[in-house]
C-alpha cells in the first residue's frame, strides 16, 4: 500500500512553517493516542503513521529532502540532503523522540524544565506565616507598637543554614545534576517525577548537620514588634516581609501576615469611619429640651444639646469624633442616636402628675394624632 503525503497526513499544507508541522503533531497525537482510541483498532496504526511524519518534517534536512524527492529520499539510495549514499535511516521514524519532544513543548515549563538541560537549583523558599491579633477599639484608634510571640522556623546556628556539619556547601545531586527531578521514558511518552535521591531539592549532604539534621532550620519562637497604623479595621491584613518560616538550606524566608481583629465595644458601634453611641435621655428632657455629655473614643467628653420634642431614634452628628481614616485619609464622625426613656417604679405622687400631664396633652402628640386619625378612616371603611 502506498504511503500517504507526510502533509496529509498531519494536516498541514505543503511548505508549512516548523511550529504549524508541531502545531499540526501535537493536534493529531491527542486526537489518534491508542490510549483514548480503544474502540478503535487502526487508531495505533495512525498514531506510527503520524509520529514517522513528524520525525521526518521537523528535521531541517529530512524535510528538504522530502520536498524534493518525496518518500524515496528515505528508500535505500538517497542520503543526506538528497544525495545519493548519505542515508536518512529507515521510515518508520523514531516514535519515542517524536512525541518526548511535544511532550516537552507542552509540559516542560510546568514541570521547571524544558528538554534534558541541567543547572542549579534555588534553595526552597520558606512558608508564609499568618498571626490573628485582637485590638480594642481604642487601640485601633490610637495605633500602637505590639510585642508579639511567633513560633516559627529560624536559620540553624550550628551550620549557618546550609544543612552541612561544620557549614560545609551542599553538592549538586549526581541524580538529577541540580534540576530536582528526574524523567524516564515510558512507550511513548516521558515521565517527570521528584529526584529520589535528592527528594527535589536538586543538591545532596554528605554529612548533615546534626543539631537541624540537614534541614538547615530549627523551631523556635520569635519575638517581634509590630507597629499597628491608626485606624486599622477587622480583616486589616499587615505584611512583615522575611519574618515568615526560614527556608530550607539557606533558601529565602517567608513573609509573616498579621491578620487584624477589632474586638467589639461596649458604648460604641463602627461602621467604617464612623461611631455610633445610643444615648438615653429621660421624657422630661427629650419633651422639654436640655444638654446632655457623651462619652468621645478619645476619652474625652462631648456636650449635645437635646431639642424639646425629640423622639427616639433621632440622629445628632460630632463632627470629627470618629475613627482616623486608615493611612491619613480624614477623620469620621461621631453619630448621637436618642433613646428617650419610659420612667419606671413611678410613686403616687408621680403617677397622679402623670394623670394630669396626660389630660392636658392629648393634643401635643402629632405622631399619636396622626396614627388614630388613620385608625379610624380604616374602621369606618372596613364597616362600609
Same mark, same amino acid.
Given at each position: 500500500? $502506498?504511503?500517504?503525503?507526510?502533509?496529509?497526513?498531519?494536516?498541514? $499544507?505543503?511548505?508549512?512553517?516548523? @511550529?504549524?508541522?508541531?502545531?499540526?503533531?501535537? &493536534?493529531?497525537?491527542?486526537?489518534?493516542?491508542?490510549?483514548?482510541?480503544?474502540?478503535?483498532?487502526?487508531?495505533?496504526?495512525?498514531?506510527?503513521?503520524?509520529?514517522?511524519?513528524?520525525?521526518?518534517?521537523? @528535521? %531541517?534536512?529530512?524535510?528538504?529532502?522530502?520536498?524534493?524527492?518525496?518518500?524515496?529520499?528515505?528508500?535505500?539510495?538517497?542520503?543526506?540532503?538528497?544525495?545519493?549514499?548519505?542515508?536518512?535511516?529507515?521510515?518508520?521514524? @523514531?516514535?519515542?523522540?517524536?512525541?518526548?519532544?511535544?511532550?516537552?513543548?507542552?509540559?516542560?515549563?510546568?514541570?521547571?524544565?524544558?528538554?534534558?538541560?541541567?543547572?542549579?537549583?534555588?534553595?526552597?523558599?520558606?512558608?508564609?506565616?499568618?498571626?490573628?491579633?485582637?485590638?480594642?477599639?481604642?487601640?485601633?484608634? *490610637?495605633?500602637?507598637?505590639?510585642?508579639?510571640?511567633?513560633? #516559627?522556623?529560624?536559620?540553624?546556628?550550628?551550620?549557618? =543554614?546550609?544543612?552541612?556539619?561544620?557549614? $560545609?556547601?551542599? &553538592?549538586?545531586?549526581?541524580?538529577?545534576?541540580?534540576?530536582?527531578?528526574?524523567?524516564?521514558?515510558?512507550?511513548?511518552?516521558?515521565?517527570?517525577?521528584?529526584?529520589?535521591?535528592?527528594?527535589?531539592?536538586?543538591?545532596?549532604?554528605?554529612?548533615?548537620?546534626?543539631?537541624?539534621?540537614?534541614?538547615?532550620?530549627?523551631?523556635?519562637?520569635?519575638?517581634?514588634?509590630?507597629?499597628?497604623? %491608626?485606624?486599622?479595621?477587622?480583616?486589616?491584613?499587615?505584611?512583615?516581609?522575611?519574618?515568615?518560616?526560614? +527556608?530550607?538550606?539557606? =533558601?529565602?524566608?517567608?513573609?509573616?501576615?498579621?491578620?487584624?481583629?477589632?474586638?467589639?465595644?461596649?458604648?460604641?458601634?463602627?461602621?467604617?469611619?464612623?461611631?455610633?453611641?445610643?444615648?438615653?435621655?429621660?421624657?422630661?428632657?427629650?419633651?422639654?429640651? +436640655?444638654?446632655?455629655?457623651?462619652? #468621645?473614643? @478619645?476619652?474625652?467628653?462631648?456636650?449635645?444639646?437635646?431639642? /424639646?420634642?425629640?423622639?427616639?431614634?433621632?440622629?445628632?452628628?460630632?463632627?470629627?469624633?470618629?475613627?482616623?481614616?486608615?493611612?491619613?485619609?480624614?477623620?469620621?464622625?461621631?453619630?448621637?442616636?436618642? $433613646?428617650?426613656?419610659?420612667?419606671?417604679?413611678? #410613686? *403616687?405622687?408621680?403617677?397622679?402628675?402623670?394623670?394630669?400631664?396626660?389630660?392636658?396633652?392629648?393634643?401635643?402628640?402629632?405622631?399619636?394624632?396622626?396614627?388614630?386619625?388613620?385608625?379610624? /378612616?380604616?374602621?369606618? *371603611?372596613?364597616? =362600609?
Amino acid at each position: 500500500m $502506498a504511503k500517504r503525503d507526510y502533509y496529509e497526513v498531519l494536516g498541514v $499544507a505543503k511548505g508549512a512553517s516548523a @511550529d504549524e508541522i508541531k502545531k499540526g503533531y501535537r &493536534t493529531k497525537a491527542k486526537e489518534l493516542h491508542p490510549d483514548r482510541n480503544a474502540d478503535k483498532p487502526d487508531a495505533e496504526a495512525q498514531f506510527k503513521e503520524a509520529n514517522e511524519a513528524y520525525e521526518v518534517l521537523k @528535521d %531541517a534536512d529530512k524535510k528538504a529532502a522530502y520536498d524534493r524527492y518525496g518518500h524515496a529520499a528515505f528508500e535505500g539510495g538517497m542520503g543526506g540532503g538528497g544525495r545519493p549514499g548519505g542515508g536518512f535511516g529507515g521510515g518508520q521514524g @523514531d516514535f519515542s523522540s517524536a512525541f518526548s519532544d511535544v511532550f516537552d513543548d507542552l509540559f516542560g515549563d510546568f514541570m521547571g524544565q524544558r528538554g534534558g538541560g541541567g543547572g542549579g537549583r534555588r534553595a526552597a523558599r520558606g512558608s508564609d506565616l499568618r498571626y490573628n491579633l485582637r485590638i480594642s477599639l481604642e487601640e485601633a484608634y *490610637s495605633g500602637l507598637q505590639k510585642s508579639i510571640n511567633v513560633p #516559627t522556623s529560624v536559620p540553624c546556628d550550628g551550620c549557618e =543554614g546550609s544543612g552541612a556539619e561544620g557549614g $560545609a556547601e551542599p &553538592t549538586t545531586c549526581p541524580t538529577c545534576s541540580g534540576m530536582g527531578k528526574v524523567r524516564a521514558q515510558q512507550g511513548f511518552f516521558t515521565v517527570e517525577r521528584t529526584c529520589p535521591t535528592c527528594s527535589g531539592m536538586g543538591q545532596t549532604i554528605k554529612n548533615p548537620c546534626k543539631t537541624c539534621r540537614g534541614a538547615g532550620r530549627v523551631e523556635k519562637e520569635r519575638s517581634l514588634s509590630v507597629n499597628i497604623p %491608626a485606624g486599622v479595621e477587622t480583616g486589616t491584613r499587615i505584611r512583615l516581609a522575611g519574618e515568615g518560616e526560614a +527556608g530550607m538550606r539557606g =533558601g529565602p524566608s517567608g513573609d509573616l501576615y498579621i491578620f487584624i481583629e477589632v474586638q467589639e465595644h461596649e458604648l460604641f458601634d463602627r461602621d467604617g469611619p464612623n461611631l455610633f453611641c445610643r444615648v438615653p435621655v429621660s421624657m422630661s428632657t427629650a419633651a422639654l429640651s +436640655g444638654t446632655i455629655e457623651v462619652p #468621645t473614643i @478619645d476619652g474625652g467628653r462631648g456636650r449635645v444639646s437635646i431639642p /424639646s420634642g425629640s423622639q427616639s431614634g433621632r440622629q445628632m452628628r460630632l463632627r470629627g469624633k470618629g475613627m482616623p481614616a486608615l493611612r491619613g485619609k480624614g477623620v469620621g464622625d461621631m453619630i448621637i442616636e436618642l $433613646a428617650v426613656e419610659t420612667p419606671v417604679n413611678l #410613686t *403616687s405622687k408621680q403617677k397622679e402628675l402623670l394623670r394630669e400631664f396626660e389630660e392636658l396633652s392629648s393634643e401635643n402628640n402629632p405622631e399619636s394624632s396622626s396614627f388614630f386619625s388613620s385608625v379610624k /378612616s380604616f374602621w369606618d *371603611s372596613m364597616k =362600609g
